[in-house]
């Protein structure tokens, strides 16, 4: 029966709350005044701190102005290119056109054309014609008749 006893006796000490385990508390530093020199100092430390981080933002700054404007120059120059194709198409087919109007105009095209199409011949012999003054000219005339009629 001691053995009941002990059995009951470990229930009841099993069925009491255990305190929670304390945390390890970690040794606090010594606290203590700061002087001037110690203050000066963390004010220089945060002054270069700020003038690194500027200095890192303007190089950043600068390093994307400058892939911005490699990029608008490649932009600009493959435009270039595909006008520079353009200009290049159209002189040929400038110059194709030229061709093709020279070999319309060919007076031996036109005078195969008169033949055959407009069924014309080679006159026999050609005369020509002296000019011969035929008087005033209609509009000589007008201003002649106009001055006679203004005068009274």
Not at 21 to 39: F, N
Not at 94 to 112: F, V
Request: aromatic share 2%; net charge positive.
């Amino acid at each position: 029966m001691a053995t009941r006893q002990a059995l009951l006796e470990r229930s009841h000490d099993n069925a009491r709350p255990q305190p929670a385990p304390q945390p390890e508390r970690a040794p606090r530093p010594d606290l203590g005044v700061l002087d001037r020199r110690h203050l000066a100092a963390r004010a220089k430390r945060r002054q270069a701190r700020l003038l690194q981080i500027l200095a890192a933002g303007s190089v950043a700054g600068a390093l994307l102005l400058v892939a911005l404007g490699h990029a608008f120059v490649a932009s600009e120059q493959v435009r270039a290119d595909a006008i520079q194709s353009e200009v290049a198409q159209a002189l040929l087919a400038q110059q194709d056109y030229q061709l093709q109007k020279a070999e319309l105009m060919a007076p031996t095209r036109i005078l195969a054309i008169a033949e055959t199409r407009l069924h014309m011949v080679v006159p026999a012999g050609i005369t020509y014609l002296s000019p011969v003054s035929t008087g005033e000219t209609v509009a000589q005339a007008h201003r002649v008749s106009r001055g006679r009629t203004q005068k009274p």
